[in-house]
């Protein structure tokens, strides 16, 4: 977190973001998508990316909502680094696409970060901000009706898997969770890609038998010695606010008003691959709660469907994956057959 390491980091994921916008192209023209600063309750905005599409015909056209946290360790990157599967999303499940900010670290402390997201969540939850917004003469409205699904990738997914515990644990009194902006509305689904949601500090002793990948190959080992080393420090990892699995609650399944299904997808070759097992696991315990976990062979922490076209992101395997459980999650179908799948 060495403030000039983080300005180099974020100059080298900006280059990367530049040249995927000029890969996946200017936004086509069955969609829309527009900036918009979301208003904080500390006075502050957050910048936020909006896909949405347009109506074919007169009638307005109802969507789900989908909120996409990009990944980068809660310090780097930007919206524009999921804006590819945003447009793949709005175009084949026709559905609002809101990209968050979520990359204020070290300048807001741990758990700065996920607190915004939370209440970026809270201010979109309420549709009239977009229907009555940026949405206002679109001719598409958002229908919570239809799909409410919170998501993300790395750190990201990790926000969204905190944000899924909230509405509950808030209810049953941790105190982390009280005072916070409520939803108008509840999330049904979350979808969590390489997640990033356990340490060694942490782990519960139940699950320290199957927590291998940190150390399975060599380059694993130094990633996550440099992760220890450079990042964790400035994250609370006993808290919920960095992973649900922190709730130290007597019963799981006293944690009421759970989204009812969570899509987790890991690496086989990632150094998180275990978070993703891990999760899944604590899910089950989780009443009401349905949980449907891949596992990608092959895959490393750059196996997720993100705009820069590095060659494991843009792969039809990523994709399907990435479509597969965001159609789960929303009670839809997608045509597999097709092959000309959204860049």
Known sequence: M?????KDQRQSTATAEAAG???????PPHLDEEWVDIPLPDGQTNRTKVVWPRPSGEAPLECPLIIYFHGGG?????PDMVLAPARGFATLFSCVVACPTINQLPEQ???KPVQIAWEVCAWLSDVKNLNDGVLKKAGTIIDPGRGFVVGGLSSGAAAAAVI????GSASVGVKEFIGLTPLQNPISGIFTGIPFLVTEAMLPEQYRDIFKS???TAENKAASAAMRQDLEPYLGVHSPWFSPINLKLSDPKTIPGHPPKVFVYGGELDQFRDDSVVYGKWLSQLEGVEVRTSMIEGGTHYTAWVSPPWPTCHTRKVKEVTLDG??????????RTREDLPI
């Open 2 to 6: 060495d403030p000039s390491s983080v």
């Open 21 to 27: 916008l000029e890969y996946i192209g200017p936004c």
């Open 74 to 78: 809660l310090s780097v990157c930007s």
């Open 109 to 111: 402390p741990f758990p």
């Open 164 to 167: 899924g515990t909230i509405p």
């Open 214 to 216: 940190r150390e399975e």
């Open 326 to 335: 965001m159609a789960w999650l929303l009670n839809l179908e997608w045509d």
